[in-house]
Structure formats: C-alpha cells, structure tokens
C-alpha cells in the first residue's frame, strides 16, 4: 500500500499530505496555469523542503499559510515549481524556418518583432538573437526587437545576465560563440557571457501568461511559445492561444514545442511547418460548421482498423487505428505524423542489420520498412515523432553480451537520433515484458507489464531459453531470440 506521507530523504524529510498536496496543487494552478499531475508529490516536496527550512517552518501547513498573505513568497513558491528546461538551437528546424520563410516575407518592410514567451533561461531568446543577426542585420536596415519574458524571477534574471557555463553551449556553433560571447576569465573561467551588442535586441519582462491584459502593445511577426503549455490544461491553452491570435500580425507565426499541437483550434490557427502554425485567413477554406443537433440514430460506428504485431511485423495505417504487440527483449517503435494521422508500429528482436540481408527481425530493416511504409500511406518523413517500448531483460542470463534488450533499446534511440525523429514517448529497459497499445492517428499509446502467470509464451519462451544459457558453459554463444 502506499503511505499517506513522504518520508523519502530526497525530500528533505518533508511530509506533504494529500490534501496538502491538493492545495498545493490548486494554488499553483490559481498563479500560473499549471496543472500538476497527481504523480508530482514527491518533487513537489522535494522542491519546497528548502522554502520551508528557509522559514524554520516545522511542517508543510505552516508554510501554506504563510503562502497566503506573502507576495513575494508566493513568487518563490512558482518559482521553485517551474520546470525550465532549454537549449541553444533546441529544435533547430524552428530558426531555420524563420529564415527560410518568415525574413524573406519581411525582406521589404525590413522590420520584425519577435516574442519568446516562456523563455526560461535564454537560451530560447538569445537563438532567435543570433538568427536575425545572421540574417537581417542592422547593417542592412533591419529593425529588429525581441520580447523576452517568462513568470519565473529567477530564471528571467538568469537570461538578462547572460551568463552560461561550457556545458550549456553543446548547440552554438565555434562562429556563433565567437562572434556573440565573451569568455570569462579568472573568476569566470569555464564560463561565456553573451555580447552586449546581442543582449541589447532583447526586452526581458516578467509576465505571467495568465494574467489579463500583458503588458504588450506591440503586434509580433512570431511568438514562440515552445514547452511552455505542456503544463495547461485544454481550457487554459485556449485562452492562451485566443489571446496570442489577437497579438500576430496576418502573416504572424506562432511556434510550439514537438510534443504540442494546435489541430483542434482549426478554426483559428492553421499548420505553416512542423509545430509551425499561421493565423487562418478568410481566403482559407473554412472549418466545416459546427453540426447540427440531430435526433440519435443508431448507426454502425466507424471500422477502427486494429492489428496485433508478431516479431518480424511492420505495419502503416492511415485514419483511426490501434496497433497491438506483446515484447520481452523486443523492441517496437511507434513512429505517427500528427499532420496527417498516418504511422504505424514494428517489432524487430535483434539491433542493427541482418548479415543475411533484409529481415525485419532486425532494427535497420524494420526501421527502414515502417518509415517506407508510412511515407507510402502519406506520411511525412520531417514530421514524423517516435514513442518507443521493449528492450527489457528478460533472460536471467549473466553476459551483457546477451543482453539484447538493451542492445535493441540504444539501437533504436541511437537510429531515431540520427534520423532526426524526435522521441516523445518511451518506456525502454526494465526486467518486465509490455503490452503495447498503440493509436497511429492520435498518437496516443501506452504499455503496461505483463504480469506472473500473464506473461504470454513469447515472453516465457525468452526465460526458459535464457535459463538454458545459464546453466550451459560461460562461453560466450551467437544467439538469435525467437
Ligand atoms: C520548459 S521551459 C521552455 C523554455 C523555452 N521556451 C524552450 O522551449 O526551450 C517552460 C517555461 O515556461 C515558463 N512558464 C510556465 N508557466 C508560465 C506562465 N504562466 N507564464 C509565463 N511563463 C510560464 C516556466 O517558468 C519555464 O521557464
């Protein structure tokens, strides 16, 4: 069963009930927009431990009431429960796109404004920085501004100063640190700082994406809002994009993160690019009206296609569907384009390629097969996300030569990196074997572990021929699951 409290040392041995929890949860919400999910106790008292030894408070309730009457604790409250993840160029095809298609728009007018709303740290604004100096240069005549703002003080007052240390510089290139940062010396060796000549481009606010009006007059060629909304709720990201609508010239562009989408605001918003979206323009064709109220009728529901995967499988599909397979050391990658609603799903047992030529029980040629498959059905290939699952240790054996589920998990991330397919979704190692439900159209999938006398033969047959193994000389021997 699991206890009421946390006592866990990585919380600081602080206790959060569930109610405590629930309040906690709904006054973030109230601050920020943010939903916490139910499984965040745990970081959730991780990350007040310290507000709370701050205050010598004896206990989580102390604290909350404190919450209550102190703003500038409350500010330090959101702050300890953001999440600010960020990168130099993260999902670099975004600044590539801006060149492409966004400048050679402005080419003439020679002016453009920029939001980074979310910016956490950065990084996210100092790209944009970096990319419009490339490429529309106040040498040349361009105006250009860039709104930098996020609700959290701290990372807000990290991005304005600049200051990064060398392990944050993995997606500058050796021209880019150059030109744009200085490197510091004696105390602030194994640090960059960024040029003033860039830092100025860049207006840091705090805003809180909640609040009603911002503090924004101005109309903005793009918005980046990327990793931002993953935390809102339906309801909340609406809102918010309603209100970024208001804010884009005609032409403007809004950016999200890989793992957000505006398909269901079609009537507002239409695709420009992978996560790239532009306002819908009269001209557009219109979203089909709303339907009308009609009396129920029973009418056969729509055929949902849905096919179970076998080692070897490779399967595409266009429209609603679910794939199903079952895996031990296996590994299946679920590869889908959200534009489209094609993808589909393999099953391959063994890494890399086969030296008997194509067989798709090995990862290069199932891989090769569904991304061929999928692009037959429509599919993009740029657009295409993964989610993947298997890859567990099954076989009670002792080499890690045998280990061939992780062998077939770091191969499946190892081709989908270098592919460049973003992976949304794994659940990869571990000693169970997975069920795996799989929506190509949406998505959506899920794993659950297969359990004592559930595990299927496949899964049994993989111990027993593991416990053979064992039993067997140390020697190491060639094997081929399945
Ligand atoms: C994961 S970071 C994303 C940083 C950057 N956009 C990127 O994609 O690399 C999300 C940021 O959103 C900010 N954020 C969350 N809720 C917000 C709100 N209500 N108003 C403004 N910023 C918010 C967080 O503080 C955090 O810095």
Redesign the pocket.
């Known amino acids: 069963m699991v206890s009421d409290f946390l006592t866990d040392p990585r919380t600081g041995g602080l206790l959060v009930r569930p109610d405590e929890f629930e309040a906690i949860r709904s006054l973030l919400y109230e601050m920020?927009?943010?939903s916490l999910n139910q499984n965040k106790r745990e970081m959730v008292a991780a990350r007040l431990a310290r507000r709370v030894r701050h205050y010598q408070s004896a206990s989580i309730a102390d604290y909350l009431d404190r919450l209550q009457t102190d703003a500038a604790e409350q500010q330090e409250f959101?702050n300890c429960l953001?999440?600010?993840?960020?990168?130099f160029f993260?999902?670099s095809h975004h600044f590539d796109y801006l060149r492409d298609t966004l400048l050679p728009r402005l080419a003439d007018r020679r002016r453009v404004r920029v939001w980074?709303?979310?910016?956490?740290?950065g990084?996210?604004p100092y790209t944009l920085a970096m990319t419009l100096a490339d490429h529309a240069p106040q040498a040349d005549g361009w105006d250009v501004k860039i709104l930098a703002?996020?609700?959290?003080t701290a990372?807000l007052a990290s991005a304005a100063k600049g200051v990064y240390p060398d392990d944050r510089l993995a997606g500058l290139s050796p021209d880019h640190l150059r030109r744009f940062f200085l490197r510091g010396t004696g105390a602030n060796a194994g640090k960059v700082s960024v040029r003033p000549g860039l830092r100025d481009r860049i207006a840091f606010r705090r805003?809180?994406?909640?609040d009603e009006p911002w503090p924004v007059r101005t109309r903005f060629d793009a918005i980046?809002?990327?990793?931002?909304v993953i935390?809102?709720d339906r309801p909340t990201q609406q809102r918010l994009f309603s209100r970024f609508a208001e804010l884009l010239t005609p032409d403007g562009l809004l950016f999200l993160?890989h793992s957000e989408n505006l398909h269901w605001m079609a009537e507002t918003f239409t695709p420009a690019g992978p996560t790239v979206y532009r306002l819908r323009a009269s001209a557009d064709t219109p979203p089909p009206p709303a339907a009308r109220k009609l009396s129920p009728i029973a009418l056969p529901k729509p055929k949902v296609e849905e096919h179970t995967l076998i080692l070897g499988d490779v399967k595409a599909t266009r429209g609603p569907a679910v794939l199903k397979t079952l895996l031990g050391s296996c590994v299946a990658a679920c590869l889908y384009d959200p534009e489209t609603g094609v993808g589909g799903m393999n099953h391959f047992s063994l890494p890399g390629a086969s030296d008997e030529g194509k067989n798709a029980r090995y990862g290069a040629y199932a891989m090769e097969l569904l991304i061929t498959a999928i692009m037959k059905k429509g599919g993009h290939r740029d657009r295409l996300r993964a989610k993947v699952f298997g890859g567990a240790k099954v076989l009670n054996v002792e080499s890690e030569r045998l280990n061939v589920g992780a062998k077939n998990a770091e191969f499946v991330l190892q081709f989908l990196d270098d592919e460049g397919i973003p992976v949304v979704g794994r659940c990869l190692g571990g000693t169970s074997g997975l069920q795996v439900r799989f929506n190509p159209h949406t998505g959506t999938a899920g794993a659950k572990p297969l359990a004592g006398k559930e595990l299927p033969p496949l899964v049994v047959a993989e111990k027993r021929f593991g416990d053979e193994l064992t039993q067997k000389v140390a020697e190491p021997v060639d094997v081929e699951l399945f």
Do not use: H, P, Q, W
């Open positions: 920020s927009g943010i959101v953001t999440t600010n993840k960020t990168d993260r999902e980074s709303a979310g910016c956490s740290t990084e996210e703002s996020d609700i959290d990372v805003i809180n994406l909640m980046f809002c990327r990793n931002v935390y809102f993160g």
